[in-house]
Nanobody, 117 residues
């Protein structure tokens, strides 16, 4: 059974940094993408960063130049380095891994990020 566990969230002042981690356990094969999403209160869940199996990255316009997605294959972990954080970045952050056999993806439980002004 596949499980994703996010960590690294917390409270930070505007301009600060956080690094989120998403550790995957269980058997995951044929990964297509590893993504980070976020959902603020009363808003829809939106993708903020994507890393494809071929190493291509994509970012939401709102985080370009500030966030970096990366992966440690040996540890089955995907990271989101978040710099120059803004109050608008406040949300619950979720990781998702999409595979050939699970196109809806496996989701973590989320980690809260709160940025104070």
């Amino acid at each position: 059974q596949v499980q994703l566990v996010e960590s690294g969230g917390g409270l930070v002042q505007a301009g600060g940094s956080l690094r989120l981690s998403c550790a995957a356990s269980g058997s995951i094969f044929s990964i297509l993408t590893m993504d980070w999403y976020r959902q603020a209160p009363g808003k829809q869940r939106d993708m903020v960063a994507r890393l494809t199996s071929t190493g291509i990255t994509n970012y939401a316009d709102s985080v370009k130049g500030r966030f970096t997605i990366s992966r440690d294959s040996a540890k089955n972990t995907v990271y989101l380095q978040m710099n120059s954080l803004k109050p608008d970045d406040t949300a619950v952050y979720y990781c998702r891994i999409m595979t050939m056999s699970n196109r809806q993806g496996y989701w973590g439980q989320g980690t809260q990020v709160t940025v104070s002004s």
